[in-house]
């Protein structure tokens, strides 16, 4: 089943460390980075405007996908269909190796109400006493 998970491994201060699993009808896979909660805080004001604008590319990067940082993905949901599908192509960096060279990027179907739920609990991995997983499929 397609879905994309974030789960709260860790948090100090403003930053997060974040698990990251996304699956669809062909692959599974995860990573885990870091994150300033501030960027998870915009993030969701991203998903926020894109479901008052569908018809735009909602364009979300966590962490440099360049340099030696710490692993890095994003996120682009495409325009929704006229029936409200939507298509979110996952661009996750594989850690195997120093050069950051491999990457996986397929897409995750869904619904404008999954990532408008989504979205806002967004920030809900932010605050120490809420819960630490969200996920676009409840």
Not at 29 to 38: A, P, R, T
Not at 46 to 55: G, L, Q, R, V
Not at 75 to 82: A, E, F, K, V
Request: glycine share 4%; net charge negative.
């Amino acid at each position: 089943m397609d879905n994309i998970i974030f789960e709260r491994l860790w948090k100090d201060s403003n930053i997060i460390e974040l698990k990251v699993m996304a699956s669809s009808e062909y692959i599974n896979v995860f990573q885990s980075c870091y994150v300033e909660d501030v960027l998870l805080e915009n993030a969701a004001d991203k998903i926020n405007n894109y479901i008052e604008n569908p018809d735009e590319v909602c364009y979300l990067e966590f962490g440099n996908k360049t340099g030696y940082y710490t692993p890095a993905f994003s996120l682009s949901i495409l325009p929704s269909d006229n029936h409200g599908h939507v298509k979110i192509e996952v661009d996750m960096e594989i850690a195997d190796n120093d050069r950051r060279a491999h990457r996986c990027c397929f897409y995750v179907s869904c619904e404008l109400g999954q990532i408008e739920r989504f979205g806002q609990s967004l920030v809900s991995l932010i605050s120490e006493d809420e819960e630490v997983k969200v996920s676009l499929i409840k």
